[in-house]
């Protein structure tokens, strides 16, 4: 019998083994797709059950084995490497719900960081200078600073301070190149990876400042054509009167993916959010895995969000751009190209900018950060000692 999570309490059932074997077939006694896809073995997907497991919600996403999507779960271990543990569970392979739970397949450690010796990793991370994106400032403005980067008792922090930086010259990315002279009242930080990674699990634990036009970010990016995915971002929050809403500051967890099918300088977003706790109260391990088929997104363990690279042609994404050929529907926002990984603190511009209210100096907080590439046990045998098993 296989275990599956499932419910909004997070309870188990198990699976019927019938269930497992009957992918392709609808009847009375199996699952009735709803929407998903199989390909190469693999299948996932979300099922309606007629009848044979009682008690179960009626919509459920869930995987068959051989899927992609996660699905098997084990018991969560607390936390107990780096400062500022707090008790919640560390998302590792062993304890999240894995895709290759059971499968003839692993994951190998590929790059990690967990921020000892005093100092950045030069060789490995690349700090941000100056103003890296939105030259309009219409979204954030902040001069970003090497030294609002520090390593210091086994974190990463970032920090966001007001700062008087009169007159610094910002170059436009654009034909014919220009350069502007700009007041900036803010400093921040900004560092990404000298190297780019593809498909495998990406996850770090992070802790998030709190305050208005705080703008805290771990995510990938993958430049041109536009690639991008947001594992998460924070923002300033409104309420109906359109004025921010202090109640759900570093509440409103955004996962984004993003991509550009035809070079225009334009992605195309697919976007989703939920209202959790205050995530500025602890540390989280925020887990983000992408694969050709979907792109998963967990918190301290727990699936929330789940995207397709196809889908049936009568149950398209919500709020996604599509493409329909041979009967499927395509993302067009499905990201495809590696990407660096990226932790940033921006500033939001404009009334969004912060306020009396936001306590500055602020901090994002970095643990740790690793990166998995997913292999075939005969490959993963030959690997140095140290990757998890």
């Given at each position: 019998?296989?275990?599956?999570?499932?419910?909004?309490?997070?309870?188990?059932?198990?699976?019927?083994?019938?269930?497992?074997?009957?992918?392709y077939?609808?009847?009375?006694?199996?699952?009735?797709?709803?929407?998903?896809?199989?390909?190469?073995?693999?299948?996932?997907?979300?099922?309606?059950?007629?009848?044979?497991?009682?008690?179960?919600p009626?919509?459920?996403?869930?995987?068959?084995?051989?899927?992609?999507?996660?699905?098997?779960?084990?018991?969560?271990?607390?936390?107990?490497?780096?400062?500022?543990?707090?008790?919640?569970?560390?998302?590792?392979?062993?304890?999240?719900?894995?895709?290759?739970?059971?499968?003839?397949?692993?994951?190998?450690?590929?790059?990690?960081?967990?921020?000892?010796?005093?100092?950045?990793?030069?060789?490995?991370?690349?700090?941000?200078?100056?103003?890296?994106?939105?030259?309009?400032?219409?979204?954030?403005?902040?001069?970003?600073?090497?030294?609002?980067?520090?390593?210091?008792?086994g974190?990463?922090?970032?920090?966001?301070?007001?700062?008087?930086?009169?007159?610094?010259?910002?170059?436009?990315?654009?034909?014919?190149?220009?350069?502007?002279?700009?007041?900036?009242?803010?400093?921040?930080?900004?560092?990404?990876?000298?190297?780019?990674?593809?498909?495998?699990?990406?996850?770090?634990?992070?802790?998030?400042?709190?305050?208005?036009?705080?703008?805290?970010a771990?995510?990938?990016?993958?430049?041109?054509?536009?690639?991008?995915?947001?594992?998460?971002?924070?923002?300033?929050e409104?309420?109906?009167?359109?004025?921010?809403d202090?109640?759900?500051?570093?509440?409103?967890?955004?996962?984004?993916?993003?991509?550009?099918?035809?070079?225009t300088?334009?992605?195309?977003?697919?976007?989703?959010?939920?209202?959790?706790?205050?995530?500025?109260?602890?540390?989280?391990?925020?887990?983000?895995?992408?694969?050709?088929e979907?792109?998963?997104?967990?918190?301290?363990?727990?699936?929330?969000r789940?995207?397709?690279?196809?889908?049936?042609?009568?149950?398209?994404p919500?709020?996604?751009?599509?493409?329909?050929?041979?009967?499927?529907?395509y993302?067009?926002?499905?990201?495809?190209?590696?990407m660096?990984?990226?932790?940033?603190?921006?500033?939001?511009?404009?009334?969004?900018?912060?306020?009396?209210?936001?306590?500055?100096?602020?901090?994002?907080?970095?643990?740790?950060?690793?990166?998995y590439?997913?292999?075939?046990?005969?490959?993963?045998?030959?690997?140095?000692?140290?990757?998890?098993?």
């Open positions: 019998m296989l275990t599956a999570r499932w419910g909004r309490d997070g309870k188990t059932l198990p699976f019927p083994q019938e269930v497992v074997k009957s992918i077939k609808i009847n009375q006694n199996e699952p009735q797709l709803l929407t998903g896809s199989g390909e190469n073995g693999y299948f996932y997907g979300v099922f309606r059950l007629k009848r044979g497991i009682p008690k179960m009626d919509l459920h996403t869930f995987l068959i084995v051989g899927c992609t999507i996660l699905c098997l779960t084990g018991p969560a271990r607390a936390a107990t490497e780096g400062p500022g543990n707090t008790g919640e569970a560390a998302a590792t392979p062993a304890d999240v719900p894995a895709p290759d739970r059971g499968m003839p397949q692993t994951w190998v450690l590929v790059f990690e960081d967990r921020f000892g010796g005093g100092r950045l990793d030069t060789a490995a991370w690349e700090p941000v200078y100056g103003v890296p994106r939105d030259l309009d400032f219409r979204m954030q403005k902040a001069w970003h600073l090497p030294e609002n980067l520090a390593v210091e008792n974190l990463l922090r970032l920090t966001a301070r007001r700062d008087s930086l009169p007159q610094m010259p910002v170059v436009t990315f654009w034909e014919p190149l220009e350069v502007k002279q700009e007041d900036f009242a803010f400093s921040t930080a900004e560092v990404r990876t000298r190297e780019k990674f593809h498909y495998g699990r990406y996850e770090a634990r992070v802790r998030i400042p709190r305050g208005k036009g705080l703008w805290p771990f995510w990938l990016f993958g430049g041109h054509p536009w690639n991008e995915i947001d594992i998460f971002e924070f923002w300033n409104y309420d109906r009167q359109g004025r921010t202090t109640t759900l500051l570093a509440r409103v967890h955004h996962m984004n993916a993003w991509y550009d099918p035809g070079d300088g334009q992605a195309l977003p697919c976007s989703d959010s939920y209202t959790g706790g205050d995530f500025s109260a602890r540390f989280h391990v925020f887990t983000m895995i992408w694969s050709p979907h792109i998963s997104w967990y918190v301290d363990g727990e699936l929330k789940v995207v397709f690279s196809t889908y049936q042609a009568d149950r398209p919500r709020s996604c751009p599509v493409f329909s050929a041979g009967g499927r529907l993302l067009k926002s499905f990201p495809r190209d590696p660096a990984i990226i932790f940033s603190l921006g500033i939001q511009s404009g009334g969004d900018a912060p306020d009396g209210s936001t306590p500055l100096p602020a901090a994002m907080e970095v643990d740790w950060v690793r990166y590439r997913r292999v075939e046990p005969a490959a993963a045998a030959s690997t140095p000692a140290g990757a998890p098993e």
